[in-house]
């Protein structure tokens, strides 16, 4: 029951370096989804998926690029990484529901907690 | 931006007492849901309203949704010191096609602390 997973648990970058954080689920979910979690500001949409090879920006998609050649996996790339990307990333998966209700209950990982020098 | 805003920001009750937590937003809906974050955990998933159904409970939960208010109410009720957590509403927004949109918005959430 693995669920899921999230690779790393923390890391601390330096500004400029780039990244991937490692997101895979096992329970064969349509969608996909990162969300980033700061202090006082909830959580927020960065990047989102429906299924493999199709990937859409969340609300603060600036960045940040993703790809999803799998249902399992969808990585997360900090390109340049800067200050203001220190946070709490979540990584999140859900079956699509059919009709008018589309977005169902999300399944989260434990979080990779980045800290960008 | 946030589309679902929690109230109040942080609440704390005796164990066994009931707790009540408010959840409003801006736009029209497909449907809401409730998530609690124990700290330094993510979130997990309580409870799902849609748009067309007045109330819902889970065990101890109790959620109410009022679509012309635009408002949601969280009700734990005989709440226990493991009941300590973040509490969040989420909300997926009806999109162009009358569909969802795909993006669920969370608020900032209700941080909960029940004492022994």
């Known amino acids: 029951n693995a669920g899921v997973t999230q690779t790393p648990k923390f890391q601390v970058l330096k500004t400029g370096q780039s990244m991937t954080l490692q997101c895979a689920q096992d329970m064969n979910h349509e969608y996909m989804s990162w969300y980033r979690q700061d202090p006082g500001m909830g959580l927020r949409l960065i990047h989102y998926s429906v299924g493999a090879g199709i990937t859409d920006q969340g609300e603060v998609p600036n960045g940040y690029n993703v790809s999803r050649s799998t249902t399992e996996d969808f990585p997360l790339r900090l390109l340049s990484a800067a200050p203001s990307q220190t946070s709490v990333y979540f990584c999140?998966?859900?079956?699509?529901?059919?009709?008018?209700?589309?977005?169902?209950?999300?399944?989260f990982g434990e979080g990779s907690r980045l800290t960008v020098l | 931006s946030q589309q679902g805003e929690e109230d109040p920001q942080a609440l704390s009750i005796q164990e066994g007492e009931n707790a009540t937590m408010n959840c409003s937003y801006k736009?029209?809906?497909?449907?809401l849901q409730w998530y609690r974050q124990n700290s330094g955990r993510g979130l997990v998933h309580l409870i799902l309203?849609?748009?067309?159904?007045r109330e819902k409970h889970s065990g101890r939960l109790r959620v109410t949704l009022d679509t012309s208010k635009k408002s949601s109410s969280l009700l734990i009720t005989a709440s226990r010191a493991a009941d300590t957590a973040s509490y969040f509403c989420a909300t997926d927004a009806t999109g162009e096609s009358g569909a969802g949109s795909y993006q669920l918005t969370f608020g900032k959430g209700t941080k909960l602390s029940v004492i022994p």
């Open positions: 309203i849609r748009s067309n159904e």
């Open positions: 999140a998966s859900s079956y699509l529901r059919t009709g008018p209700t589309n977005t169902g209950e999300l399944f």
């Open positions: 736009t029209s809906i497909n449907n």
